[in-house]
C-alpha cells in the first residue's frame, strides 16, 4: 500500500532539543509528512516526542549518512511515495514539507533542495532571514548540486538511482550529495533549488558533538570520495542546461574550492590522507 505521505528521515546525535525543535516544525504538517527520527546516540526519550514520530535506534552511530539510508530504506518497504533526508539542526519556514512535496509534484524526477541560509550561494540568494518570514513562490531553478542538510525525491528515483554511497562517503557525509546529484542527473532526472520552501541551519552543530576537526576531515572526504568515483577531474562531470550562463562544473568546483579554502586545505595536505 503506497503512503502518500512523505518520510522525512531525521538522523540524530545528541542534541535533544533541536530535534525535537524540528520535529515540532514538521508535525504542523501530520498529514504530509511521517516523520522518522534515526537516534544515532541511542539517547532520544520517547515520551518527549509525539507518539506519532517513529524513532529507529540502530544501536551504534551510523553517522549522518547510514543513519538516513537506514531510515530511506525502512521508508521504502513501508510503502512511501517520496522520502526527504533532514538535519536535525533545522528549523524550517510554514508549510515547509507542503512546498517540497508541490516541487517533486510538479517535477517527479528530480532531487531537491529547498532554500536556505547557508553557503550554497544557488540555496541562499532569493532569501536569507527567520522562517518565520519567508515568502515561497512556485520557482524551481536549476541547480549544479544542492546542499545534504536536506533533499527530496521521489521513492521511485530513489529505487532507480540508489541509496547515498556509503563506500565512499560514509563517514561523515560530504560529497554523497553532489555524487547524488551526478547519479539523478546520470538517471534522467533533474538537481532543483525550489523556492517554495526555507530552512534555517544551525551548521554542523551535531556533527561536532561526535568529532573533532569534523569540517577539515569531511571535505578531505568528500575530495578523495570523488576522485575515487570519477577520476581527477570528476568536477567536469556534472552537466547543465544549456540556457544556463555558468556551466554546472565549474559551479560546483566553485564550491568545493570555497570549501578547501575557507579550512586551509590543500592538494599536499589531501594527499596525506
Avoid at 503506497?2 to 508535525?27: I, N
Avoid at 521508508?75 to 507542503?98: K, P, W, Y
Wanted: contains cysteine.
Amino acid at each position: 500500500m503506497v503512503d502518500r505521505r512523505m518520510a522525512v528521515v531525521v538522523p540524530a546525535f545528541g542534541k535533544e532539543s533541536l530535534t525535537r525543535l524540528v520535529v515540532e516544525d514538521l508535525v504542523r504538517e501530520r498529514d504530509l509528512a511521517r516523520v522518522v527520527v534515526v537516534d544515532n546516540a541511542g539517547d532520544l526519550d520517547p515520551a518527549r516526542f509525539p507518539t506519532d514520530v517513529e524513532l529507529v535506534v540502530p544501536g551504534s552511530n551510523l553517522g549522518w549518512l547510514r543513519g538516513t539510508n537506514l531510515g530511506m530504506e525502512r521508508a521504502l518497504s513501508s510503502g512511501a511515495a517520496s522520502v526527504m533526508g533532514l538535519n536535525n539542526d533545522t528549523r524550517l519556514s510554514r508549510s515547509f514539507v507542503r512546498g517540497m512535496a508541490d516541487a517533486l509534484a510538479a517535477h517527479p524526477l528530480a532531487l531537491v533542495g529547498p532554500c536556505y541560509d547557508d553557503s550554497f550561494e544557488h540555496q541562499n540568494r532569493y532569501y536569507r532571514g527567520h522562517p518565520v518570514d519567508f515568502q515561497p513562490r512556485s520557482v524551481e531553478v536549476s541547480a549544479p548540486a544542492i546542499d545534504g542538510t536536506c533533499f527530496a525525491l521521489s521513492s521511485a528515483q530513489v529505487r532507480q538511482t540508489g541509496l547515498l554511497d556509503a563506500r565512499r562517503f560514509g563517514r561523515r557525509g560530504w560529497g554523497a550529495i553532489q555524487d547524488y546529484a551526478i547519479r539523478v542527473r546520470q538517471a534522467g532526472g533533474q538537481v532543483l533549488v525550489t523556492r517554495r520552501a526555507y530552512l534555517a541551519h544551525d551548521r554542523g552543530s551535531t556533527a561536532r558533538a561526535s568529532m573533532s576537526s569534523y569540517e577539515r576531515y569531511a571535505a578531505s572526504e568528500m575530495r578523495i570520495g570523488m576522485m575515487r568515483k570519477y577520476g581527477r577531474r570528476w568536477r567536469n562531470v556534472v552537466d547543465t542546461d544549456a540556457s544556463e550562463t555558468d556551466s554546472a562544473r565549474r559551479v560546483l568546483g566553485d564550491m568545493t574550492r570555497a570549501v578547501e579554502d575557507r579550512l586551509g586545505l590543500s592538494e599536499t595536505w589531501v594527499g596525506r590522507r
